[in-house]
Structures are given as structure tokens and as C-alpha cells.
């Protein structure tokens, strides 16, 4: 029987061979690795943490690429998983003093249930789309109010404070992970692992099978493949990272306050993979840590522009980058613009050739 | 009897925000999530109207608001929202980002404090077991009169008829010559202008701040997703399920808590009865949506 699961998983996540479209996904890994790897020896130690904090946020930038980009489904409030996450992470460390890894275990396992029961009453029930997203945003509503106001265990609106770093023993040797330094390689190696892992699943069959979902989920049904079940799959899956997100956020600030759930935030999320493109892997993570270390410096000038920015940016994007921004497009429209400039006599001749005849 | 008139105050402001919502979404296969920003609209432009005119130009803001809203509401349709005809899915991303920036710029330009707005006339009216708020009699009043309007011009008249053929198959009613067009956008005015008076209404009995809409927004969803899309009785009914559920335990537990409750319930509701306790016209249109 386990032999037939095993085979059954095998089959799922075989990958191709390797070819020529793997090698610029691999070089970009590798040179992610090897940035992330050499710059906490050159960065002072506030630049080292702002960078940090935004690469959390990339974490929750791939989780929600998994979700929206991977698995065509909207949600508003996919920020709910985060906080859950962190307000995990928090009581368990704070409230009940348990080691940081059962706190994170607390936080992703929250997450998950909470995300496996929304999923299974609305995905199995057949809401997408619209549905689905409404109804997220008033989950994230509803547990911002929540967190406000059950103050006996969440703190109320100044949330938890003092939240102890990560740290765990392997063995009899402890691993400190709250150094500036330190923080930084576990944000790192969990953001870089969950790149490759899910850059492998979406090579896989599976990534296949999610992408005839996100296209066209009757044919996808049609061809035998229980569409909900996978979708609900995923969306756990993408809760749980996010989770793992908030739990890293909560853990390297060291607060956890009830603006985890704030809508803005969300709006965001989905912000960064519109830019960075929809399903592709690399793009959202980037989106995400260039747009929040530009927030922090917008916010160190105006607090209020920043949402201004945010819906303006969000409005452009929609109405005219539906496919997000790519460095290729970008090069492409550049040499154009160059070549019209160099070459502008000769298309005026033309033209008046042509009106001529 | 107090109880049962705080729940129908409750349902019928809620039932006017959902109606507007309802028939654009089940019309156009939008769902416009700037929708609660137009009830701020309508509150904001009755604390405009009494700080220049005093407490008695609240009967003034009672026709000036829709109108404003209306006209806000055509230029939100003109300028954004036919540009994404053929998207669905994106007219979501966008109303959500003008709803941000709405909020955002109604801060910078009246402040973050609370506007000051006055219940026109005050004073309470004996009921059986006790006395209630003699505006809220008023508000529960217009209401009513608004939605029993609505239901006659949807179910009278010959405009309607032309709004509910264009819910149920869009494609054929342009086939027989209706400009679903022309009434997309109609009907995306009348819901502004909806909205915008129920913000007039609720502000005197609300604290009137930017974000006094996102509140009504999710609720308003909910109503009409248990209601049944696009159709009119589907969210009368929503509202006074979701507007009594609501009442009856904010008696009971805290007020979060309570909402917390009603999000449960709809959930639960929505995975047994996807298409709504009354369905709407659009019987093609289920929870997947048309895009």
C-alpha cells in the first residue's frame, strides 16, 4: 500500500530533464545564493535587518505566487496566514514559554487549519474567483477585529512584545539564531529553500496539472483530476508558508501588533506578484523586497502618502501591466525607444513615400 | 419591540448598500469593492452640507448626496471600469485600489478626526415597552420607501424588465436590441446613488470616519452571496438574516465576536447552498462567477 503512495508521489513530482530553459532559473538561484551568502559581511548592521524584514515579506511574496500565480485563486486576505503565524508564534513563545521551534510549529499548524477549514467549506461548495476573494477579505476583517479585541490572549491593539528570537538545539549544541547576522542566514536559507522547493514543484507534473486548473478548471476536471482537492492542497500549503513568513517576522522584530491583518498590507501582497508577474518564481520575491524597503523610505518622509502610492501603483498596474513588469520587456521597449531615436529621418522619408505613391 | 426595530433599522440600511451592489454584480459580473467607499461619500457630503448650511441642511444633503454620488460613480464607470470589460477578475484589483485611494484622500483632505454630523430632528416615540430614537423610525421609513421603489421600478416597469433581461443573458438581450451598455451604466449610477444615500442615513447614528464603509462592505458581500446574485428579494432576505444574526448576539457577546459568528454561519451556509436562499435571475450564474 505504501509502496503504490510512494509511487504514486513519485510520479506526481518527477521532474524532466534538464534543458536549456532550466539554465536561467538555476544561474539566478545560484546568484541569489551566492548575494545572500556575502552580503551580511559588507552591510552594517540596520541596513542588514531593514533587508532582512523585506525578505520576510518575500517569503510571503512566493507564498501567495504559489496560490495566485500557480493556482489562478484570488484572495484578498492572505494576510490572515501571516498574522496567524506570528500571533502563533507569539503566544506560544510569550504566553506559555515554549521553545521557538514548537512556536513555530504552533503558528504554521494554525494557519494551516484555519485555511484548511475556510477551503474546504468554500472550495468544495465551487466558489472561485469573486467568491473566493470576498469572502478572504472578510476572514482577514473579521480576525483584525479579533486580535483588537480579545485582549486576554493577543494583547489587544499594542499586540505582544518581547518576543523572544529563534533559537534551537540539535543535540546538545544549541543553535542561537537573534544576531543580526545570524537571523539574517536563517531568513535566507528558509527564503532560498522554499524558492527551490516550490521552483521544483511547478516543474513537476503537478506544476502542470495546477496550471490546466488555473486555466481552464472544467477541462482540467473533465481530464479526471479532483480540481478542488488540489486547490485546497495548495491553498493550505501557501498558508503555511505564509505562517512560516509571519513566524520569522515575529521572531526577528520581536513584536507582533494587530496591523499584521491590516488590508493594506494584503493589498500589497498582491501588489508584488501583479508586478512581478503572475506564476513565475523569481519576479514576486524581487517585487517584494525592492517594495518594501521603498515603503520604508517613503514612510520615513510621510506616513500618509504611502497608501496613496500603494493605489495609485496598484490602479497603473492593473489597467496597464495585467502581466506584470519583466526585465526583458523592459530591455525590449528600451532598444525600441533607442532605435526609434537613432532612426527617426529614415521613418519620416518612408512615410512620405508612402503618402507620395 | 425595541429589539426587533434596532434589527430592522440594522437590515433596512444594510439592504440598501447590498441592493445596489447586488444588481451590479449579477449585471455586469463586477464586484465593485469601492462600493463601501460611496456610503463615506454620502456620510462626508452630510458633514459638508451641515457645516455650511447647519443642522437643517441635513433635508438638502438627503438629495445632494446621491447626486453626488451618482456622478462619482459614472466617473469611476467611465474612466476605469469599461476599460476592464473583458477582464472580471482585474475590475476587482482596480475598484480595490480606488477604495484605497478614496479612503487615503478623504483623510488628507478632512483630517483623520471624526466629522460632526446632527440627526435632524431628535426626540424618541413611545413604543410598546419603552420609547425609541425618533430618527431611527425615520431612517427605517425611508428605507423601506427606497427599496419598495427599487422593487417596482425592477419588477413594473418596462426599464426592469430590461435590467433583468440583461442579468439573465446579457448577449441575447443586446440581440434584442437593448443597450447593455447604456444600462450597465445606469444601474452602476443607481447603486452609487444608493449607496451614498444609506451614508447619509447611517452617519448621524456612526462615528463618520474614512473607513465607516469597510465595515458595511464585507457584510453587504455576505448578504448578497447568501441572498442569491442579482436578485432583488435574495438580498432583502440576506440583509434580514445577517442584520438579525448580528443584533441578536451583539446582545448576547462582544461585537467582534459576533461578526466573527455571522462570517461562521455564512460559510457554513454558502458550503450547503452555494446558489443562495433565493437565486437570483442568472441561473447560469453560480459561485464560479462568469469570467
Known amino acids: 500500500m505504501s509502496g503504490k503512495h510512494a509511487g504514486c508521489l513519485r510520479l506526481w513530482f518527477s521532474q524532466p530533464l534538464l534543458g536549456p530553459r532550466d539554465v536561467s532559473p538555476l544561474l539566478m538561484w545560484s546568484v541569489a545564493v551566492a548575494a545572500m551568502a556575502v552580503v551580511p559581511f559588507f552591510a552594517g548592521p540596520w541596513l542588514l535587518s531593514t533587508v532582512r524584514d523585506a525578505l520576510v515579506m518575500g517569503i510571503l511574496a512566493l507564498s501567495y505566487d504559489l496560490l495566485w500565480g500557480r493556482a489562478g485563486v484570488l484572495t484578498l486576505g492572505h494576510t490572515t496566514f501571516l498574522g496567524l503565524g506570528a500571533y502563533g508564534f507569539a503566544i506560544a513563545t510569550v504566553q506559555f514559554g515554549q521553545a521557538s521551534l514548537t512556536g513555530l510549529a504552533v503558528g504554521v499548524l494554525c494557519a494551516g487549519a484555519v485555511a484548511a477549514a475556510i477551503g474546504y467549506f468554500l472550495l468544495f461548495a465551487g466558489a472561485r474567483l469573486h467568491f473566493f476573494a470576498i469572502i478572504s477579505l472578510a476572514v482577514l476583517i473579521v480576525a483584525q477585529q479579533l486580535a483588537v479585541s480579545w485582549q486576554s490572549i493577543t494583547g489587544g491593539d499594542t499586540g505582544i512584545l518581547g518576543i523572544p528570537g529563534l533559537s534551537f538545539g540539535v543535540g546538545s549544541h544549541t543553535f542561537d539564531m537573534r544576531g543580526p547576522r545570524a537571523s539574517w542566514y536563517s531568513v535566507a536559507v528558509v527564503l532560498l529553500a522554499a524558492t527551490a522547493l516550490i521552483g521544483l514543484v511547478c516543474r513537476s507534473r503537478y506544476g502542470k496539472v495546477l496550471d490546466a486548473i488555473a486555466t481552464n478548471e472544467w477541462r482540467a476536471k473533465a481530464c479526471g483530476y479532483h480540481t478542488s482537492f488540489h486547490l485546497l492542497l495548495v491553498f493550505v500549503a501557501s498558508a503555511a508558508l505564509a505562517a512560516i513568513a509571519g513566524a520569522l517576522m515575529a521572531a526577528c522584530s520581536g513584536v507582533v501588533a494587530p496591523d499584521v491583518f491590516s488590508p493594506l498590507l494584503a493589498t500589497e501582497v498582491i501588489l508584488w506578484v501583479a508586478i512581478g508577474g503572475r506564476g513565475r518564481i523569481g519576479g514576486p520575491v524581487i517585487a517584494a523586497v525592492v517594495l518594501t524597503l521603498l515603503r520604508q523610505a517613503v514612510s520615513s518622509y510621510s506616513t500618509d502618502g504611502w497608501p496613496l502610492i500603494l493605489g495609485g501603483l496598484f490602479l497603473a498596474c492593473v489597467l496597464f501591466m495585467p502581466n506584470g513588469l519583466r526585465l526583458h520587456d523592459l530591455l525590449e521597449a528600451a532598444r525600441r525607444a533607442g532605435r526609434a531615436v537613432w532612426i527617426r529621418p529614415l521613418v519620416h522619408r518612408a512615410g512620405h513615400a508612402r503618402e507620395e505613391r | ?291
Request: glycine content about 10%.
Open chain 2, 1 to 291: 419591540m425595541i429589539g426587533i426595530l434596532n434589527i430592522s433599522s440594522y437590515t433596512c440600511v444594510l439592504a440598501m448598500i447590498a441592493l445596489g451592489l447586488a444588481v451590479v454584480f449579477g449585471m455586469m459580473d463586477i464586484v465593485n469593492l469601492a462600493h463601501a467607499e460611496w456610503v463615506t461619500i454620502g456620510a462626508y457630503a452630510l458633514a459638508v452640507a451641515q457645516a455650511v448650511g447647519g443642522k437643517e441642511a441635513f433635508w438638502l444633503a438627503l438629495l445632494v448626496a446621491p447626486a453626488v454620488g451618482a456622478v462619482l460613480g459614472w466617473c469611476l464607470e467611465r474612466f476605469i471600469i469599461r476599460l476592464l470589460y473583458d477582464r472580471p477578475l482585474d475590475t476587482l484589483l482596480a475598484t480595490y485600489a480606488v477604495s484605497l485611494i478614496l479612503q487615503k484622500a478623504l483623510e488628507l483632505v478632512f483630517g483623520t478626526q471624526p466629522m460632526l454630523v446632527y440627526a435632524p430632528f431628535s426626540g424618541a416615540v413611545p413604543v410598546p415597552g419603552g420609547s425609541y430614537p425618533a430618527y431611527r423610525i425615520f431612517v427605517i421609513g425611508v428605507a423601506l420607501t427606497v427599496t419598495a421603489g427599487c422593487w417596482l421600478l425592477f419588477a413594473r416597469t418596462r426599464f426592469g424588465t430590461q435590467l433583468r433581461a440583461v442579468i439573465q443573458h446579457p448577449a441575447m438581450a443586446e440581440a434584442t436590441g437593448i443597450d447593455t451598455r447604456r444600462l450597465n451604466r445606469i444601474a452602476f449610477c443607481g447603486g452609487a446613488a444608493l449607496a451614498s444615500l444609506a451614508g447619509v442615513l447611517v452617519a448621524p447614528m456612526v462615528s463618520v470616519e474614512s473607513h465607516l464603509g469597510v465595515s458595511y462592505l464585507a457584510k453587504a458581500f455576505f448578504v448578497i452571496v447568501l441572498g442569491g446574485i442579482g436578485s432583488i428579494a435574495g438580498s432583502i432576505l440576506g440583509s434580514a438574516v445577517i442584520g438579525t444574526a448580528e443584533t441578536l448576539l451583539s446582545y448576547r457577546v462582544d461585537p467582534s465576536l459576533a461578526s466573527a459568528v455571522v462570517l461562521v454561519l455564512s460559510i457554513v451556509v454558502i458550503r450547503f447552498r452555494p446558489q443562495g436562499l433565493i437565486p437570483g435571475f442568472s441561473a447560469a450564474h453560480q459561485l464560479l462567477g462568469k469570467g
